[in-house]
């Protein structure tokens, strides 16, 4: 029975393989999960099930942080029927002002892409790189929402989470000391990811405050 790019995506999904991290550079707490292996794993499982994807990039110069702002658009065709397609849009990402940005933006909105497109739950299986699972529910329409702004070198997504995980000050104080060093990173090379980690841990302190004031 012939698919349809619907039921081809799915079984991509269902059969993306685990992408393999990289190595975890010196006080960094996490291995990066890296574009090209990103690519690698979605690439297959979209070729192996008759689906081929392309992408386009938007540029924008955002000057009050100085970097430029890349959002990708990807297409997904079915390359027995090539008049249909999926649309993949609003991944984006921040690069600095320099002869690399521009390529390292499109990488970063290139790869998280690509995740979105598969469905793929990222979780840290051990040091040796990612278990990709799918989800139960398979969506092709992407969130309105903010996205994560991401960074290769820090797991921003998990960083916000240990914040937002505390259960007193006592314990917020003691996160926002384990990731002392990569917020410093942060700052200096992704302002970005920077704000959006710290507006999250805000609103967490913000919350474990006024429970304290409730409880007095």
Sequence with gaps: MKRNIYQKLHDACLSA???KKGTK???MHFAPLLHDSVQEVATQALLDN???ATCNYLTEIVPNIKQVMV???MRVYDVDDPTQHILVDGCSAFG????????????YSRKYAFLNLLNLKTGIKDEDGYNAVPFEQNSVEQSVEEPTYMDDSIDVEAM?????????????ESVNEQYKNDIQFLIKNNLSAYKQVYNAADVHKTKLENKMVSKS
């Design 17 to 19: 393989g685990s992408v």
């Design 160 to 172: 916000m989470d240990a914040f937002r995980n505390t259960k007193s000050l006592k314990d917020f």
């Design 25 to 27: 550079a010196n006080g």
């Design 96 to 107: 600095n002002l320099d002869k690399f940005g521009t390529g390292n933006a499109m990488s």
């Design 71 to 73: 959002v990708c658009t």
């Design 50 to 52: 008759g689906l081929y």
